[in-house]
Every structure is written in structure tokens, then in C-alpha cells.
């Protein structure tokens, strides 16, 4: 901090990030991770998935279904 002197503000932020105790199979209640806005877009997209195949059981499949313009 020293090398970008003078600093006119500063600003610190903690928050507390939690994450589910179990996976929801047994419960049936599916909880993500924490989001804030300093989440990366990569990481989030890879708990909203892995929530997906908590509760569907399956990976989510995004390609076109088959006899759509982008197959033929």
C-alpha cells in the first residue's frame, strides 16, 4: 500500500461466505454457496451446476436438441 501513496480513500470489506453442511440428497433441501458481488463468474457457474446435478441427479445438458438449425 505504501508504493501507491497518496491514497485518498480506502475501502475494506469483509462479509462472511457460507456454504450448505450437506449435499441435500437426504433432505431434499438444496442450498448454494454464498454470491456477492465480488464473485467470480466462473465459480458461481460451477455451483449453480453442481446444484443442478444435486437435485436432477443428471448433468446439465445445454447442446441442441437433435433437428434443430444449429445440428443440421
Request: aromatic residues 0%; contains cysteine; charged residues 35%.
Given at each position: 500500500m505504501?508504493?501507491?501513496r497518496p491514497i485518498d480513500q480506502q475501502f475494506v470489506m469483509v462479509s462472511d461466505i457460507v456454504?450448505?453442511?450437506d449435499n441435500g440428497e437426504a433432505s431434499n433441501i438444496f442450498i448454494s454457496e454464498s454470491y456477492d458481488a465480488?464473485?467470480?463468474f466462473e465459480s458461481t457457474?460451477?455451483?449453480v451446476l453442481n446444484l443442478y446435478k444435486r437435485i436432477t441427479g443428471q448433468d446439465l445438458d445445454l447442446s441442441a436438441p437433435p433437428g434443430t438449425?444449429?445440428?443440421e
Open positions: 505504501r508504493l501507491l456454504t450448505p453442511t465480488t464473485s467470480h457457474c460451477v455451483d438449425e444449429e445440428d
